[in-house]
T-cell receptor
Framework: DGGITQSPKYLFRKEGQNVTLSCEQN?????MYWYRQDPGQGLRLIYY???????QKGDIAEGYSVSREKKESFPLTVTSAQKNPTAFYLC??????????????FGPGTRLTVL | QKEVEQNSGPLSVPEGAIASLNCTYS??????FFWYRQYSGKSPELIMF????GDKEDGRFTAQLNKASQYVSLLIRDSQPSDSATYLC?????????????FGTGTQLKVEL
């Protein structure tokens, strides 16, 4: 059963804590992405990775960190430096054929709330 | 200026009617265009994509692309209450940006009985 999984579904963070969101895919996709969605707003790209052991900052990377040690996994850490982390976090993956033909598929998301 | 613009709605249509959702984009060199559906509290799911000017049909859905006008639309025929959701337009900008997508803020569609 191929797909993208994210855990946990809901996460609560206290002020000053770092938390890590998990994203795993078994679609054999090379590229993985993290987005943040706030109410009434579109998806904003945090980080993306096109290959193992390499990743690039997106539009709103400040206060976040990622790693890509395995093709299947792309965890996101929300650090205490992120001042407004309450949001819906979405992980996506895609092939890497190029030419604009690669479609991104999304996991179910993690809803993070700061207490 | 927003890179991808959508009317936030809500767009209300009666059951069985055609729903027309519109999206404009600013990067003239954009290559590919995607429509996602997002139910409240859920993640986006892909409806369809389009690369070439003209129409592309998939079941009740038709995507229309006009690169000269920098405009892409999604038509939903025979709208059903289950089509009520937010529809996100996403654009893959000019070559060199990898597979990064720029998303609009979405249009909320309500299909009324």
């Amino acid at each position: 059963d191929g797909g993208i999984t994210q855990s946990p579904k809901y996460l609560f963070r206290k002020e000053g804590q770092n938390v890590t969101l998990s994203c795993e895919q078994n679609l054999n996709h090379d590229a993985m992405y993290w987005y943040r969605q706030d109410p009434g707003q579109g998806l904003r790209l945090i980080y993306y990775s096109q290959i193992v052991n390499d990743f690039q900052k997106g539009d709103i990377a400040e206060g976040y960190s990622v790693s890509r040690e395995k093709k299947e996994s792309f965890p996101l850490t929300v650090t205490s430096a992120q001042k407004n982390p309450t949001a819906f976090y979405l992980c996506a993956s895609s092939t890497q054929r190029g030419g604009g033909t690669d479609t991104q598929y999304f996991g179910p998301g993690t809803r993070l709330t700061v207490l | 200026q927003k890179e991808v613009e959508q009317n936030s709605g809500p767009l209300s249509v009666p059951e069985g009617a055609i729903a027309s959702l519109n999206c404009t984009y600013s990067d003239r060199g954009s290559q590919s265009f995607f429509w996602y559906r997002q139910y409240s509290g859920k993640s986006p799911e892909l409806i369809m994509f389009i690369y070439s000017n003209g129409d592309k049909e998939d079941g009740r859905f038709t995507a229309q692309l006009n690169k000269a006008s920098q405009y892409v639309s999604l038509l939903i025929r025979d709208s059903q209450p289950s089509d009520s959701a937010t529809y996100l337009c996403a654009v893959n900008p000019s070559a060199g940006g990898g597979n990064k997508l720029t998303f609009g803020t979405g249009t909320q569609l309500k299909v009324e009985l």
